[in-house]
């Protein structure tokens, strides 16, 4: 399994600010998730970003509050744009594996005030 | 429309025995099933999987099993250990990777 790490692994923001989520990954991957866990709630896919290309976006979010980077295989950015406290959430990027499984990384806890 | 559902937000088992964690879904296209365990302030963890094609598997303590006919699968973890105290998710695709999760079940073992 891939090893992933997240920066910053928890933040809290003033309302209407950005804030740009990393993920690092130890070894070249094609696909990379995002998703997003609210209070209580399950995950829910954001995104898929693959390199090279746009990320494609799930129904109920666009590019415009949460556009995503994917420079390489082993890199990709999230930001959290024009923040609200309902952005509060942890965020989470995974990688898919060798079947159809996904590696998650350590997540970021984002508050929002 | 929630496709894949864990109707039990807790569950409580003694150390040593079964714990069984339940998981239905509604997308027949679903051709894919993982479970994930979760500790607070980590990612899930992949625990074990299992393709449509087949109604049991099983991993050392882990065993998923797969009821098509009634769209529903199961995590039997035998026997239980104080570490196994999580939440667990289930999850399904159908065959483009794009994973639904079920809400999650919080699992107790208690000593």
């Known amino acids: 399994s891939a090893v992933i790490s997240q920066k910053p692994s928890r933040d809290i923001c003033q309302r209407g600010t950005s804030l740009t989520i990393q993920c690092q990954v130890d070894?070249?991957?094609?696909?990379m998730f995002w998703y997003r866990q609210q209070p209580g709630q399950s995950l829910t896919l954001i995104a898929t970003?693959?390199?090279?290309?746009?990320?494609?976006?799930e129904s109920g979010f666009v590019i415009d509050k949460f556009p995503i980077s994917r420079p390489n295989l082993t890199f990709s950015t999230l930001t959290v744009s024009n923040m609200s406290p309902e952005d509060s959430s942890i965020y989470l990027c995974?990688?898919?594996?060798?079947?159809?499984?996904?590696?998650f990384g350590p997540g970021t806890r984002l508050t929002v005030l | 429309d929630q496709q894949v559902k864990q109707n039990s937000p807790s569950l409580s088992v003694q150390e040593g025995r079964i714990s069984i964690l339940n998981c239905d879904y509604t997308?027949?296209?679903?051709?894919?099933f993982l479970w994930y365990k979760k500790y607070p302030a980590e990612g899930p963890t992949f625990l074990i999987s299992?393709?449509?094609?087949?109604d049991k598997n099983e991993d050392g303590r882990f065993t998923v099993f797969l009821n098509k006919s009634a769209k529903h699968l199961s995590l039997h973890i035998v026997p239980s250990q104080p570490g196994d105290s999580a939440v667990y998710f289930c999850?399904?695709?159908?065959?483009?990777?794009?994973?639904?999760f079920g809400q999650g079940t919080r699992l107790t073992i208690n000593p």
């Open positions: 995974s990688v898919d594996g060798l079947m159809n499984e996904q590696f």
């Open positions: 070894s070249q991957v094609t696909m």
């Open positions: 970003a693959n390199q090279g290309s746009e990320a494609t976006y």
């Open positions: 997308n027949s296209m679903f051709d894919y």
């Open positions: 299992i393709s449509s094609i087949k």
């Open positions: 999850a399904a695709s159908a065959g483009a990777q794009k994973l639904v």
